[in-house]
């Protein structure tokens, strides 16, 4: 643990925050890919498998169920709420997130750590995840007109797998020189897709104006 690592997990536990605040106070999800939602359940699922074998801190345990039981209950919302499921754009989620999901399997059986079933689901849940904000994107894209929670949400989100790339190297310098190639590159091509987002995101905080998105 350090400070960039707690400065990560908190940064991501607070854009989840943001987003069920908006699907509970507003009863809508409008601008969210309910298809991002769900690769981020099979991440953390996939991820998150070792809690039936190992035991690392009270801290790792909680975080865990955490981000497990939030991203089930915010499909869960966007799928079969009577309310929040009439939001959801729909016919503007078009990005076929389900073709992700071979090559992504596919790229962690070829490279891996160790291959064990373990190790594979979590390298399979790092390349996953490190494409997982495409169909988010997309959809960002296709509206252009984003409201602030929204654009928070994906923000925060960004930047905590930012903060978890300089965790990484903070532990390359402080943990023998360990290289961790399979994550650093996972988190490279995941914030460079953010990239874009965040150039017209503080672009908008600068010019006090609403974020939008080009086409």
């Not at 908190?10 to 507003?26: A, C, E, F, N």
């Amino acid at each position: 643990m350090n400070v960039f690592r707690l400065a990560g997990d908190m940064t991501h536990l607070l854009s989840i925050v943001i987003l069920l605040l908006k699907i509970r106070t507003m009863k809508s999800c409008a601008g969210i890919s309910l298809k991002t939602q769900e690769l981020y359940v099979i991440v953390f699922l996939a991820r998150y498998l070792d809690l039936f074998t190992k035991y690392f801190s009270l801290y790792n345990t909680i975080m865990k169920l955490v981000f497990i039981a939030t991203s089930i209950s915010i499909v869960w919302y966007m799928r079969y709420h009577k309310v929040v499921k009439q939001t959801y754009s729909k016919d503007q989620d078009t990005f076929r997130h389900y073709f992700l999901l071979l090559p992504c399997f596919l790229l962690a059986l070829v490279i891996h750590r160790n291959f064990t079933v373990t190790e594979v689901l979590w390298t399979f849940s790092l390349y996953l995840e490190a494409v997982a904000i495409l169909p988010q994107l997309v959809l960002l894209q296709t509206s252009r007109n984003i409201d602030n929670l929204t654009g928070n949400y994906v923000f925060l989100l960004g930047a905590y797998r930012a903060l978890y790339l300089v965790n990484w190297v903070y532990r390359f310098f402080t943990e023998n020189h360990q290289l961790r190639l399979i994550p650093w590159l996972s988190g490279l091509v995941q914030t460079a897709l953010y990239a874009d987002f965040f150039y017209y995101y503080i672009k908008s905080w600068k010019n006090n104006e609403k974020l939008q998105l080009p086409a």
